[in-house]
């Protein structure tokens, strides 16, 4: 219950959840099925309580991968198939806001790649899906709108790419034939150099400013390039 403010889901007050639960789909880190009844029967159950067609079921199962699987008991489940049911179970009632939290904690690779690429095809369809978790490569592939909270406040709100490119640091490499009197040149015009293993590393200055240099000098360059720093990277900082 909130203390002040206002809240609105599908512009129904955030107080009255019996206006907007119907069309709301959820799951929690952890999906909570009976273990001793098949996935076809747990969504039965489910189909039931909430007063969603029962034929959608099976279609369900098939459209999350579980169609052969279905009338296999839930305990025999992998931790893949147990969240796929439990995606499953959120799209019971064809809702138009989808709220995930940690769908992707544990699954193995491809089990990532099949979360993400559902959960992009649920929102291509106009629904809303609003995604909590700490796998930040896997929301820089996925997310659209990036929400950051911090110590339960709200740090900031915008696109991914705006993110990574307003917290993130970046920097240029570069690799030459002519490193090491390059970077001698650089640093007489008081640019900031760092060498590595056969690369140099530019901070606070900009491609285009290192490749005319190079090009006033006569300096040959095999690698020019800016690198900015992960999702992960930013929101480290900005945290």
Same mark, same amino acid.
């Not at 639960?21 to 969504?43: C, D, K, Q, T, W």
């Not at 990532?112 to 929102?123: F, G, P, T």
């Given at each position: 219950?909130?203390?002040?403010?206002?809240? %609105?889901?599908?512009?129904? *007050?955030?107080?009255? *959840?019996?206006?907007?639960?119907?069309?709301?789909?959820?799951?929690?880190?952890?999906?909570?099925?009976?273990?001793?009844?098949? +996935? %076809?029967?747990?969504?039965?159950?489910? @189909?039931?309580l #909430?007063?969603?067609?029962?034929?959608?079921v099976?279609?369900?199962?098939?459209?999350? #991968?579980?169609? $052969? =699987?279905?009338?296999?008991?839930?305990? !025999?489940?992998? &931790? #893949?198939?147990? /969240? =796929?049911? #439990?995606?499953?179970?959120?799209?019971?009632?064809?809702?138009?806001?989808?709220?995930?939290?940690?769908?992707?904690?544990?699954?193995?690779?491809?089990g990532?790649?099949?979360?993400?690429?559902?959960?992009?095809? &649920?929102?291509s /369809?106009? =629904?809303?899906?609003?995604?909590?978790? %700490?796998?930040?490569?896997?929301?820089?592939?996925?997310?659209?709108?990036?929400?950051?909270? +911090?110590?339960?406040?709200?740090? !900031?709100?915008? !696109?991914?790419?705006?993110?990574?490119?307003?917290?993130?640091?970046?920097?240029?490499?570069?690799?030459?034939? /002519?490193?090491?009197?390059?970077?001698?040149?650089? /640093?007489?015009?008081?640019? %900031?150099?760092?060498?590595?293993?056969?690369?140099?590393?530019?901070?606070?200055? $900009?491609? @285009?400013?290192?490749? $005319?240099?190079?090009?006033?000098?006569?300096?040959?360059?095999?690698?020019?390039?800016?690198?900015? +720093?992960?999702? $992960?990277d930013?929101?480290?900082?900005?945290?």
């Open positions: 219950t909130p203390t002040t403010g206002q809240g %609105h889901i599908l512009g129904e *007050p955030i107080e009255h *959840p019996e206006k907007y639960l119907s069309r709301v789909g959820a799951m929690i880190e952890g999906p909570a099925f009976y273990p001793a009844l098949s +996935g %076809h029967e747990n969504l039965m159950v489910l @189909a039931r #909430g007063g969603f067609p029962i034929e959608r099976q279609t369900l199962l098939e459209k999350v #991968g579980l169609g $052969e =699987r279905g009338k296999s008991k839930y305990k !025999t489940y992998s &931790l #893949g198939m147990k /969240q =796929r049911l #439990g995606i499953a179970s959120v799209m019971l009632g064809d809702p138009k806001v989808v709220i995930l939290d940690e769908p992707a904690n544990g699954l193995d690779p491809e990532i790649r099949w979360i993400r690429e559902m959960l992009k095809h &649920l929102a /369809q106009g =629904r809303s899906v609003l995604v909590s978790s %700490h796998l930040l490569s896997e929301m820089a592939l996925m997310a659209d709108d990036l929400i950051v909270i +911090g110590k339960g406040r709200l740090i !900031t709100e915008c !696109t991914v790419p705006a993110f990574i490119d307003r917290y993130a640091k970046k920097w240029v490499v570069v690799k030459s034939p /002519q490193l090491d009197s390059f970077v001698s040149v650089a /640093q007489g015009q008081g640019m %900031h150099v760092s060498l590595g293993q056969g690369v140099a590393e530019f901070h606070g200055v $900009e491609a @285009a400013t290192i490749g $005319e240099l190079a090009a006033k000098n006569n300096v040959v360059l095999h690698e020019l390039s800016t690198q900015t +720093g992960s999702l $992960e930013a929101f480290l900082e900005v945290t």
